[in-house]
């Protein structure tokens, strides 16, 4: 059964920086061969596609919001994905989800068919 599990959300100031982790599990060693992808969320609004890492190209892809603030980054050894957050902002503030696909460079949601139960981050002096 694949599971992913998001961790790291938390409240901080503008400025600060965080670094959530998405633990994955059942994919039977071959967590390399998925895209990992990181989507946003506000209350009220559908989810916004913020990083992806390729399993194919092992190319990164940002949303231009974030692009030069944060790094999506895997170890597909220990089955385990990150985003690193700097220089947050206010609007970064929602809940983060971890997501897997077996498409390259996806960004929309619907491609992506495995989902972890997100973590919130607050951005907030």
């Known amino acids: 059964q694949v599971q992913l599990v998001e961790s790291g959300g938390g409240l901080v100031q503008p400025g600060g920086s965080l670094r959530l982790s998405c633990a994955a599990s059942?994919?039977?060693?071959?967590?390399?061969?998925?895209?990992v992808g990181w989507f946003r969320q506000v209350a009220g609004r559908g989810r916004e596609f913020v990083a992806s890492?390729?399993?194919?190209?092992?190319?990164?892809k940002y949303a231009d919001s974030v692009t030069g603030r944060f790094t999506i980054s895997r170890d597909n050894l220990k089955s385990m994905a990150y985003l690193q957050l700097d220089n947050l902002k206010p609007e970064d503030t929602g809940v983060y989800y971890c997501?897997?696909?077996?498409?390259?460079?996806?960004?929309?949601?619907?491609?992506?068919?495995?989902w972890g139960q997100g973590t919130q981050v607050t951005v907030s002096s």
């Open positions: 059942g994919f039977d060693s071959n967590f390399r061969l998925y895209t």
């Open positions: 890492h390729d399993y194919r190209d092992r190319r990164t």
């Open positions: 997501a897997v696909s077996g498409r390259s460079r996806p960004t929309s949601s619907y491609d992506y068919p495995y």
